[in-house]
């Protein structure tokens, strides 16, 4: 079975700095998505970036972008020029691309509460 | 109506009521979900359902009850649930076999509380 690592319950950022959080996965598939959700408090989960594991490319969406290194299977988000509006928890997910019964599921990380300091 | 709504955003029931959480979605998606998220915990999967019919049920006590008369529409039935059962409960949903990873889209959520 997939598990996914947050090993960063909280961290915190200075306004208009760069954070990275950290995440780590275990699976003995090649293929998969990997996906960092946002959820601020009291609202609605929102998907911030997706990756899939055959493109060797880091995906990017404007001011979030990810370091994929799928060797060590490792999906880290970094946040630059953070703002107020990015502080919420954050949770990075796993999916099969496999197409059977049980791969709809994702599996999520634990999450890591990202304040940011004005 | 956009995306996916949930209603109520608040419930809380004594441990012998019968209670119904409802999900909708607008998003033309073939696929939905319950999730439970507790504090400290991952989110866990409950049920899922592609096309109306459940694929996934991980294991989930009998006191809940999934129901999914159509692709939008997506129910929790509720009864003789404990304390421990007290978290947020989101719906989510999706279009299977989609080109974009199935991402999923989510609901603000039901948080319920069991006296």
């Known amino acids: 079975a997939q598990t996914v690592t947050q090993s960063q319950p909280e961290m915190s950022v200075q306004e208009a700095e760069t954070v990275t959080l950290s995440c780590t996965y275990d699976t003995s598939e090649s293929d998969y998505y990997l996906f960092w959700y946002k959820q601020p408090p009291s609202r609605q989960m929102i998907l911030v970036i997706r990756?899939?594991?055959?493109?060797?490319q880091n995906a990017t969406e404007n001011r979030f972008s990810v370091n994929f290194q799928k060797a060590a299977k490792s999906f880290s988000l970094k946040i630059s020029d953070s703002q107020l509006g990015d502080a919420a928890m954050y949770f990075c997910a796993y999916r099969s691309s496999y197409s059977g019964a049980g791969s709809y599921q994702l599996t999520f990380g634990k999450g890591t509460k990202l304040s940011v300091i004005p | 109506e956009t995306g996916v709504t949930q209603t109520p955003r608040h419930l809380v029931m004594g441990m012998t009521n019968k209670k119904s959480l409802k999900c909708e979605q607008h998003l033309g998606h073939n696929a939905m979900y319950w999730y439970k998220q507790s504090a400290k915990k991952p989110l866990e999967l409950m049920f899922v359902y592609n096309f109306k019919e459940q694929t996934e049920n991980n294991s989930v006590p009998s006191r809940f009850s999934p129901e999914c008369p159509n692709s939008s529409h997506l129910f929790l039935h509720l009864h003789t649930l404990q304390p421990e059962d007290s978290a947020l409960y989101l719906c989510a949903s999706s279009q299977v076999g989609g080109k974009r990873g199935n991402e999923q889209f989510f609901g603000p959520g039901t948080r319920l509380t069991v006296l």
């Open positions: 990756q899939e594991a055959y493109k060797q």
